[in-house]
């Protein structure tokens, strides 16, 4: 893998307003996780495994009421996990 700097970017995702299934397993990317991403209310499938991000899941992760299935494994991420995920009863 290379040493490259690639965060996912945040200008657009809230664009993806209809988007269901989401997967950027692998891609290398690092940084944070975007807090635009918890703004696709459709949101069922969220993989982000397999890369180097950093930093907590936020609380707003709890606002993807529709989220059935998250993949957050292989990555750099630290913290608590947010106890708003408990709100996400699809899960």
């Known amino acids: 893998m290379n040493s490259m700097k690639v965060e996912i970017p ?3 995702l809230g664009n993806l307003s209809n988007l269901v299934y989401l997967n950027l397993r692998g891609n290398g990317f690092n940084g944070s996780i975007p ?3 918890f703004q ?3 949101l069922q499938y969220l993989d982000l495994s397999y890369n180097s991000l950093e930093g907590g899941l936020s ?3 709890g606002s993807l009421q529709d989220l059935r ?13 947010p ?3 408990g709100n996400l009863t699809k899960l």
């Open 10 to 12: 945040p200008l657009g």
């Open 35 to 37: 807090l635009q991403l």
């Open 40 to 42: 696709l209310k459709y």
């Open 59 to 61: 609380p707003k992760v």
């Open 69 to 81: 299935l998250i993949y957050l494994h292989f990555n750099r991420l630290s913290g608590e996990v």
């Open 83 to 85: 106890e708003e995920i």
